[in-house]
């Protein structure tokens, strides 16, 4: 199980990284950390937690998204890559309405959605082939 987080955790980085270079570098591409802004917000608020500082929400976020990312490739990606990628993508694609979040910055057109299951089976396709290269 061991190294099945370490590629996980692989994997969760190679998918944070090139979200924040693409996100930083071009426009009408999608902006994951701002549905984990809103998820942490609404939780905090939820149990009387005031959050203001933006550097500190996104840092939380972002610890929270590779951890997250990393025990679900954990578990999947080193199996199937490509259905794991695919069904984490239309899952932050799908579940920001049905929690109460927007999700505009993930679902407003055809392109983002499309990145965004990209970008997941990025991630899972690195887990699988960090996995089988330390397995």
């Not at 955790?9 to 071009?26: P, Q, T, V």
């Not at 998820?39 to 972002?62: C, F, H, M, R």
């Not at 929270?64 to 069904?87: Q, W």
């Amino acid at each position: 199980m061991f190294k099945k987080l370490i590629a996980g955790l692989g994997g969760a980085i190679a998918l944070n990284i090139l979200h924040e270079i693409i996100r930083k570098n071009f426009e009408d591409v999608p902006h994951i950390n701002e549905i984990g802004e809103q998820a942490l917000q609404k939780a905090a608020e939820a149990n009387d937690i005031q959050l203001s500082d933006p550097d500190t929400i996104y840092a939380a976020t972002l610890a929270g998204d590779v951890i997250s990312n990393a025990v679900y490739y954990a578990g999947t990606a080193t199996n199937h890559e490509v259905l794991s990628g695919i069904a984490a993508g239309v899952g932050a694609i799908m579940l920001p309405e049905k929690l109460g979040l927007d999700d505009t910055p993930v679902a407003e057109n055809n392109k983002k959605k499309l990145m965004t299951i990209g970008y997941y089976t990025f991630g899972a396709i690195v887990t699988k082939l960090i996995y089988n290269r330390i397995k």
